[in-house]
């Protein structure tokens, strides 16, 4: 078997180098099967609306300059970081990382949400980093010297790559939204100047034990946005020759190296926020190399492994290391986790056409993404379970607190505030050949886009995840015939839908394709019409010998147990604080489920539109568990992201 994968990635190394001495002209454009829409042609309505409003203006991501200075150090402004020197004892390129973080979060809330305070924010901090960007146009945090450590010229452990994607992906952001040609050209700039630096060296050779080298895999998501962008085929090469030169490393996290990929023996093993932001990249590979099933193959097995550490909550097990554990409702989840997943797996689809990775994203997105968080952002659990009857306050530098501004690091904290934007980013692809659009993440939300050459305008009505139904209403320059696709979530088997009159509707197994001469008034009704599922859960520390949780749509229901809060800690008078949670009345977490279960569905009783669906719950599992002595206790299940503590996953009564 070794000797196999000696030769396989002798081989596939060879053709990577042989195929970087070629032309631009030798690089297949057509990557996508599906557009992802630039920022601001998707936004958000009804009850996402209202969270990302109150997350920005009342949570503490909007005034985290008040909260935690991580993010005030001005470091792509100041540019005065050399690598492998801590500073303030934390690893010199954590404030770029964190500082690009916030700003991506920033920037994204207040334009899908049209706030002008917040909005003029941005256009500040635009002008202060071009206005720094000196003549060879470097953006980033590392000082300007000859000497080792610094920009260009690391030997140890650095986060130079890694640094420069954080804001490049605000950049980029800020451009979709304002059409700023000056930033774009800043971006492009910057990027090209790393490309020419590296063109020739391997960035990843660079010597470290540490995170900040191997993070620079996160350069992918940059390179990729950029080329959509822009078409240049530069971006595709230098893509082509970064990942030929991530292979060729010996980086701390390496996980997504080919080699390893096509080990179908090896489960992810390390830092699981490496995982979460490189997802992407060997699919990305694989469309950049379509006539090589080496890539194709250790794409492919990037899903099968990432499916096999995945919780009943949706999240990526990983107590900052994923160790080849197995997914449980026991198993540690990081949030930094959970939000960088969402674009790459959008991406993802955007390459292979897979709209089932739908599914993953909104599991994830509405049950731990917000089982793991205050309804309104003000604190976040950094590490947390989907079965959980205690709080560790003490250890692991206290990571499953619910802090605003945690010990261990604030990226978690901050990546809560990115989220929901990245959700948002992808509701809607579009596939040009078919002259379609799809509505791939559902919710209450609007979408302009131009299709078969006319502008089209979708709004969707519902109360989705929390309604099966939905109401798409169409607005279009003139009569125009094209495709909405509706995608089928969670095996949905029983879906109906309403069209106009002579509209041409055909059900695929994952998809509803409805074809017509669309014009402005016209409607599309569906309704999913999901089923309670109870799903099966292996082996676990609470679950031995196996057991089961309940899945409805995208919404996992858990046991909710009521707790205390004391507030210990407030973050430099600003209103924001670390919090001590413990839970109250124990006695249910012991009940098991009956072997002949039945719990009903209570739906939506209220008509009136939802404003804070994860303050309290709006819909919930009503049936009977069974104490160890088999009495039957009548209990409501309610929404996994609703809880702080909760037991999601049961043994089976015997």
Not at 320 to 325: N, V
Not at 500 to 513: I, T
């Given at each position: 078997m070794k000797v196999v994968l000696i030769i396989v990635i002798f081989f596939m190394m060879n053709f990577e180098r042989n195929i970087l001495a070629t032309d631009n002209k030798s690089i297949n454009n057509d990557i996508y099967t599906y557009q992802i829409l630039p920022a601001g042609a998707i936004t958000p309505q009804g009850w996402i609306n209202n969270q990302l409003k109150k997350d920005l203006t009342e949570g503490y991501i909007g005034v985290f300059d008040n909260v935690h200075k991580s993010v005030t150090h001005n470091v792509f402004i100041k540019q005065n970081r050399k690598s492998n020197k801590r500073f303030k004892f934390r690893k010199e390129w954590w404030s770029g990382e964190h500082e690009g973080y916030w700003k991506d979060a920033v920037i994204r809330m207040a334009f899908l949400t049209n706030n002008q305070a917040y909005i003029d924010q941005a256009h500040a901090w635009m002008e202060e980093l071009l206005a720094n960007t000196g003549e060879e146009g470097y953006i980033g945090i590392y000082k300007d010297c000859e000497q080792p450590k610094c920009r260009f010229n690391h030997v140890h452990e650095n986060g130079e790559l890694w640094a420069t994607s954080r804001i490049l992906m605000a950049m980029l952001a800020y451009y979709e939204y304002t059409g700023k040609e000056k930033v774009l050209a800043a971006a492009e700039k910057a990027t090209q100047l790393v490309m020419e630096q590296y063109a020739d060296e391997n960035y990843f050779l660079k010597i470290s034990r540490g995170g900040g080298v191997s993070h620079g895999i996160g350069f992918f998501e940059s390179l990729e946005w950029l080329y959509r962008i822009t078409g240049n085929n530069d971006y595709l090469k230098f893509s082509k020759k970064l990942y030929a030169d991530f292979n060729e490393s010996k980086v701390r996290d390496d996980d997504l190296q080919t080699h390893h990929l096509l080990n179908e023996d090896r489960y992810l093993l390390m830092h699981g926020a490496h995982i979460a932001e490189g997802l992407f990249v060997p699919a990305y590979l694989a469309r950049l190399h379509k006539h090589d099933r080496i890539y194709a193959t250790a794409a492919d097995n990037t899903l099968e492994k990432l499916y096999y550490h995945i919780t009943p909550g949706g999240a990526m097990r990983c107590d900052?290391?994923?160790?080849?554990?197995e997914g449980t409702a026991d198993e540690e989840y990081e949030y930094c986790g959970i939000a960088e997943m969402v674009s790459p797996m959008n991406k993802i689809t955007s390459f292979t056409g897979d709209i089932s990775l739908g599914d993953r994203i909104e599991t994830m997105t509405f049950n731990a993404?917000?089982?793991?968080?205050?309804?309104?952002?003000?604190?976040?659990s950094y590490l947390t379970s989907d079965n959980r009857i205690r709080i560790d306050h003490g250890g692991l530098l206290k990571r499953e607190v619910y802090d605003a501004a945690h010990v261990a690091a604030v990226c978690c904290v901050l990546n809560g505030g990115r989220l929901m934007p990245y959700y948002v980013e992808g509701m809607y692809l579009k596939n040009e050949e078919e002259n379609a659009v799809l509505a791939y993440l559902y919710g209450p939300s609007e979408v302009e886009t131009m299709i078969n050459h006319t502008q089209v305008k979708i709004i969707q009505e519902t109360e989705y995840p929390f309604d099966d139904k939905a109401e798409f209403s169409i607005i279009s320059e003139g009569k125009k015939k094209f495709s909405i696709w509706l995608r089928k979530p969670y095996n949905a088997e029983n879906v109906k839908v309403q069209v106009?009159?002579?509209?041409?509707?055909?059900?695929?197994?994952?998809?509803?394709?409805i074809e017509h001469q669309w014009t402005t008034g016209d409607k599309i009704f569906v309704n999913f019409n999901f089923e309670t599922r109870k799903i099966a859960q292996p082996e676990s520390k609470t679950v031995p010998g196996g057991g089961y949780y309940f899945q409805r749509g995208p919404i996992v229901f858990a046991l909710p147990f009521e707790y205390e809060t004391d507030r210990i800690k407030e973050y430099n008078n600003s209103g924001f604080y670390r919090y001590r949670l413990k839970a109250e009345n124990k006695e249910k977490w012991k009940y098991y489920l009956p072997a002949d279960a039945a719990f009903e569905y209570q739906g939506l009783s209220n008509k009136a539109p939802l404003e804070a669906p994860f303050a309290e719950p709006v819909v919930s599992l009503k049936g009977n568990l069974v104490s160890k002595n088999g009495e039957k206790a009548e209990v409501n299940l309610v929404p996994l992201g609703n809880t702080i503590f909760r037991r999601v996953t049961f043994p089976v009564y015997d």
């Open positions: 900052e290391w994923i160790k080849g554990k993404g917000q089982g793991a968080r205050f309804p309104v952002l003000s604190a976040l106009p009159k002579g509209a041409s509707v055909k059900h695929l197994d994952n998809m509803v394709q």
